[in-house]
């Protein structure tokens, strides 16, 4: 399967607690974004990649969050000192800038701050 | 900066009966739009896009949407609904020559078929 691919799928975790989730795009994309979506709304920006470069970050994104693309292939999302507030669904999608505009989304990773 | 607005949170619909999910944006500058589909248990799947060209969009499995810039509205329409088609439905929107294509989503309308 060469779709998006993110894991860990599940993670639950005491507030206070590091936790970093991966995103493996589509090979040969070069963008990755990342998104948050929480319950009974729709996914919200936080982050965006073009290869190793980091572009434009989100104001919903706080100083515990940070994101990095090293080598412009897979991308990991850290969050430090987790609050019950960061619980969410966290999703990655990977884009070709190629004029097509379509973003191919992974499962996602659904963070639950205990 | 942009919004969406879907106002159906839920739309129950019979199987075989047509269906219209609403959407409306709000920008400052012309738009990309998208409806994107969330089977239970599965990722976000784009479903069809507005992009330029012919208002009206449709995608392979009998849905369509048309562009309406004076009513910035890109409704999703299907003439009949299949059991299969019970899935959350988001409309989102993307600002042209940004330069990042970031999407700004509605908040989902869950579709549900009654056989």
């Known amino acids: 399967d060469t779709g998006v691919s993110q894991n860990p799928r599940h993670k639950i975790t005491k507030r206070g607690q590091n936790v970093t989730f991966r995103c493996d795009p589509i090979?040969?994309?070069?963008?990755l974004y990342w998104y948050r979506q929480t319950l009974g709304q729709g996914p919200e920006f936080l982050t965006y990649?073009?290869?190793?470069?980091?572009?434009?970050k989100s104001r919903l994104l706080s100083d515990r969050f940070s994101a990095e693309r090293p080598k412009g292939s897979f991308s990991t999302l850290e969050i430090q000192r987790t609050e019950q507030g960061d619980s969410a669904m966290y999703l990655c999608a990977s884009m070709q800038t190629s004029g097509l505009y379509e973003q191919y989304f992974g499962p996602g990773t659904r963070l639950t701050v205990t | 900066a942009q919004s969406v607005t879907q106002l159906d949170s839920q739309v129950p619909v019979f199987e075989e009966a047509p269906v219209e999910l609403r959407c409306n944006y709000s920008?400052?500058?012309?738009?990309?739009l998208f409806w994107y589909v969330q089977y239970p248990n599965q990722g976000l799947q784009l479903l069809l896009k507005?992009?330029?060209?012919?208002?009206l969009v449709e995608s392979i499995n009998g849905f369509e949407a048309e562009f309406n810039k004076s009513q910035t509205s890109f409704h999703l329409r299907k003439p009949s609904v299949h059991i299969s088609d019970t899935a959350e439905y988001f409309c989102a929107v993307s600002e042209r020559n940004f330069g990042n294509e970031k999407l700004t989503f509605g908040t989902g309308t869950r579709l549900t078929i009654i056989p």
């Open positions: 507005y992009l330029s060209g012919s208002t």
């Open positions: 990649f073009q290869n190793e470069a980091q572009l434009e």
């Open positions: 920008s400052s500058v012309s738009v990309y």
């Open positions: 090979s040969e994309h070069n963008r």
